[in-house]
């Protein structure tokens, strides 16, 4: 695909697609809880409909209604053994969250993923799975897809301390500790997205958080709800960025969700001096609007504890950092090595080939701003994010064509993008 290039303004107002993590968790917890939940507002790209589709396949009843998805919740006791391996696409995200709801499912199931997914490591969920009586194994010492897996009932309650800081591994172990017989406690790494902690209080369950301690007890049962979606965050920073660095730029992005375990991203926008508001906060559903504007932007350095609050975004914050004064300096963020592509490597590569001055290092990059970006050809290795992060790159080059390869892969999270950019486009 040959990208739009050399754009001199862009404007108008987006309503952002559903959040993913939280579109997922909807449809996982519904299938869990016992009677009817409504979901307004879903995503619907690849990943959240892997996810549908598994747990179709384990039985649970799900019905698309356009403006809203039914979900026939089962109860952990309800789920079926499926006939034909579990295919979780392109989506960490599935596969390792609902490796922790099969753990307490006492049949055997074999997940499987496409070429992406099948190159990363399984293990941090697997091992803490096999301490609470877990039957799964995967491919080398790293359980690399495809997982087989049987599940057990009445699972072994566990006291883990996470070693990697991650929204995922926690979440699996607390679906399998809602199945366990006891109490389980988990000590964080880092304080990561509390999507899970905030369903399972809203669907009924019962969690206690103490800083980085989470304390859960198992036997728990959950009931269907009404979810709205909020926008995604994730999806939102690509627009964020391009408001910021694009000229003659003023963009408004509406209903995107601002839980204060996301909203990492902010955070180093203000810090590199960007021009963004915040109005018509919603406290209930934890959304709000976000305009951003053109702005003269300072390098920064980002670090420690607010990594695991935008480790998605810094794919685009780097590209955001080339347009910057002075040198940015990203650290403590390996957990990119492990995302749909080695994340570090590839957006350093990526954007050096289009003339950005980075350095990728074992735990960041380097990024010295102010650089002219030129054209290029870029492969995203089958990630949505390389692929956005690209588009909204091209967007500053003046000299060259910028052509992406596998360019779908952007329909993992966001269906819409290239509507959307030629609507911010097209505006006046």
């Known amino acids: 695909m040959q990208l739009r290039t050399n ?8 309503r952002l697609p559903g959040d993913k993590s939280i579109s997922h968790r909807s449809i996982i917890f519904g299938s869990l809880a016992q009677g009817v939940t409504k979901v307004y507002g879903l995503l619907r790209g690849e990943d959240v409909l892997s996810t549908m589709q598994v747990f179709r396949d384990l039985g649970v009843e799900i019905e698309d209604k356009g403006d809203v998805v039914e979900i026939h919740g089962v109860g952990f006791d309800g789920l079926q053994a499926p ?16 490796s922790g709801v099969l753990a307490g499912q006492d049949f055997e199931v074999k997940m499987i993923g496409d070429d992406s997914l099948s190159k990363r490591p399984m293990d941090r969920v697997a ?16 359980d690399l897809p495809p997982l087989t897996m049987r599940g057990i009932k009445g699972l072994a309650a566990i006291h883990y301390q996470l070693p990697v800081a991650s929204a995922q591994v926690k979440s699996a172990l607390l679906f399998s500790a809602l199945q366990a017989q006891g109490e389980s406690l988990f000590i964080e790494k880092e304080l990561t997205r509390n999507h899970t902690e905030d369903m399972i209080r809203q669907f009924g369950g019962d969690i206690h958080v103490t800083g980085k301690e989470i304390r859960i007890r198992g036997g728990q049962t959950l009931v269907g709800q009404e979810v709205q979606v909020p926008g ?3 999806s939102a920073a690509f627009w964020l960025v391009a408001g910021l660095i694009v000229p003659n730029a003023k963009i408004v992005l509406e209903n995107v969700g601002i839980a204060e375990t996301r909203t990492g991203i902010l955070d180093v926008i203000k810090a590199m001096g960007g021009r963004i508001t915040i109005s018509q906060v919603d406290e209930v559903a934890k959304a709000a609007t976000i305009t951003v504007e053109t702005s003269e932007l300072e390098g920064t350095e980002i670090a420690g504890n607010i990594i695991p609050r935008l480790i998605d975004e810094l794919p685009i ?33 990526v954007l050096k080939s289009m003339g950005a001055d980075i350095r990728p290092t074992e735990d960041g990059m380097i990024i010295k701003g102010k650089t002219p970006l030129h054209g290029a050809t870029v492969y995203t290795f089958g990630d ?5 992060m690209t588009a909204i790159a091209s967007l500053l080059v003046q000299e060259g064509e910028v052509h992406l390869e596998r360019a779908e892969a952007i329909n993992t999270s966001y269906p819409s993008f290239f509507d959307d950019l030629q609507r911010l486009i097209g505006e006046k």
Do not use: W
Request: glycine content about 8%.
């Open 232 to 234: 995604d965050i994730s």
């Open 317 to 349: 914050i780097a590209l955001l950092a080339t347009q910057a004064n002075g040198t940015t300096i990203i650290r403590d963020a390996e957990e990119l090595k492990v995302k749909e592509t080695d994340r570090i490597q590839v957006v350093s590569d």
């Open 384 to 388: 949505h994010r390389i692929g956005m």
């Open 83 to 98: 006939t034909k391996p579990l295919d979780m696409g392109n989506s960490g995200t599935s596969i390792r969250l609902i």
């Open 7 to 14: 754009i001199d303004r862009l404007a108008g107002s987006l």
């Open 127 to 142: 091992i803490p799975l096999r301490q609470m009586g877990v039957r799964i194994a995967g491919e080398s010492e790293r």
